[in-house]
């Protein structure tokens, strides 16, 4: 939820910087227009709005650093892009891929596009907009500030002092519902809620309703 437009038009004035944008929490969440924003390398994982297993990741890249990669010596093989494209060409990857997942994100694309994808972003403004109201209602504040605040997953700050670790203990057990009670420095100080992937407003409200409970 950067301000990719402004950042892009400031690199605009430096064509040797290249633009690598993580998207990995907002791919099919947000809308991203890759090439109208000139992003050279764009990366995601399965595991987040596209509501697979993990252990599988996705990257698209421009010409223009097809062109970048070309020139770069000793680029190794594991992310070398060229030898993605090559091999791509002959319906190939590099290395063994992991066919359970291109199959699961075949069926996920069917239902994505069955959705469409306006319709998908909307699903998840308007379920993020439940758990923001949530956070509003029930006197706790946001991590993040605002204007940079993901629309797929929403990191809570433990303002109201609650003991967070025995909070998703108690969800988990009662309702079978399981929340991140925040990780490294962060754990326990704050909380996230997802909305994004196969979430309906339904279900936000059901995980809402159950944290209500919990409280």
Known sequence: MNP??????????????????DTVSSFSGVKIEMDA???????????????LPPGFSLFSVSQR??????KVPNRGFYFDFLEFR?????????????????????????EIFEEGLEARFERHARTNA????????????????????????TCVKNNKGIDVLEFARKLREKHHLVIDPGYGKIRGQTFRLSNMGDETEE????????LD???
Request: charged share 20%.
């Open 213 to 215: 409970d919990v409280l």
């Open 130 to 153: 439940l758990v923001h109201e949530w956070v509003r209602r029930t006197g706790f504040e946001f991590f993040a500030e605002q204007g940079f605040r993901s629309k797929t997953l």
């Open 37 to 51: 924003l000139r992003i050279d390398v764009m990366l995601t994982g399965a595991q987040k709005a596209l509501a």
């Open 65 to 70: 650093a097809f062109a970048r990669a070309a």
């Open 4 to 21: 990719l437009g402004e950042t892009c038009s400031i690199l605009a004035k430096y064509p040797d910087v290249a633009l690598i944008l």
């Open 86 to 110: 090559k091999e791509q060409a002959e319906w190939l990857t590099p290395s063994t891929p992991s066919i359970a997942h291109i199959h699961a994100l075949q069926s996920k694309l069917d």
């Open 203 to 210: 279900t936000v409200s059901h995980l809402l309703a159950c």
